[in-house]
């Protein structure tokens, strides 16, 4: 089974800093026939369920906010917010799709200092 | 508008039986793969199940493979995950979530249902 291992646990900004979450995979999730990195991100707000952000590692959702940008390939990855508002206080998590069991990360706590 | 409705969920002893449903509007339901992902209380997400758009394939997470089964009736636009032998840390709120046209990945969520294992 591939392990997805996010850090910090924990992450205190203030607004309008770049706030940066690191996911990294216990094997690679690219896959060489389409080159494509299965790999999402997600934001659970309280009390809510999760939002999907971003897919194939980079690409945005439609309706999400051009902040938020995904990057890296095979087993380091990086969900990316420049400018930190008060609305993206939430838990973000990052889940591999490259094969079942479809594992998630533990999850990143982002607060606003 | 995609919408996904958690039912069936509430408290129950150690090694009973529960029947979760996820009503789908908004989209062909028989087009989708359906998964069903959990969130213990305070917790994590953990995938726990998809099922194929025809209903002919199924997967499962080791923590529950053999206990859980899940199902669809594509004329009820229905998902289905039934639960037995449950035990104290299957406890959770439990989402069903819409699978990508393209991928295993999840583009919408229910609100989700608590089961609460508990004697």
Same mark, same amino acid.
């Given at each position: 089974d591939i392990v997805m291992t996010q850090s910090p646990d924990s992450l205190s900004m203030s607004l309008g800093e770049r706030a940066t979450i690191n996911c990294k995979s216990s094997?690679?999730?690219? %896959? *060489? *026939?389409? @080159?494509? @990195? %299965?790999l999402a991100w997600y934001q659970q707000k309280p009390g809510q369920p999760p939002n999907l952000l971003? %897919?194939?590692?980079s690409a945005r959702e439609s309706g999400v906010p051009d902040r938020f940008s995904g990057s890296g390939s095979g087993t380091n990855f990086t969900l990316t917010i420049s400018s930190l508002q008060a609305e993206d206080v939430a838990v973000y998590y990052c889940q591999q799709y490259y094969t079942s069991p479809f594992s998630f990360g533990q999850g990143t706590k982002l607060e606003i200092k | 508008e995609v919408q996904l409705l958690e039912s069936g969920g509430g408290l129950v002893q150690p090694g009973g039986s529960l029947r979760l449903s996820c009503a789908a509007s908004?989209?062909?339901?028989?087009n989708y793969v359906m998964t069903w992902v959990r969130q213990a209380p305070g917790k994590g997400l953990e995938w726990v199940s998809f099922i194929s758009d025809s209903g002919d394939r199924t997967s499962y997470a080791d923590s529950v493979r053999g206990r859980f089964t899940v199902s669809r009736d594509n004329s009820k636009n229905t998902l289905y995950l039934q639960m037995s032998s449950l035990r104290v840390d299957d406890s959770a709120v439990y989402y069903c979530a819409k699978n990508s046209t393209v991928d295993y990945y999840f583009d919408s969520w229910g609100q989700g249902t608590l089961v609460n294992v508990s004697s």
């Open positions: 094997q690679t999730i690219l %896959y *060489s *026939s389409d @080159n494509k @990195n %299965y971003i %897919y194939w590692a | 908004g989209f062909t339901f028989s």
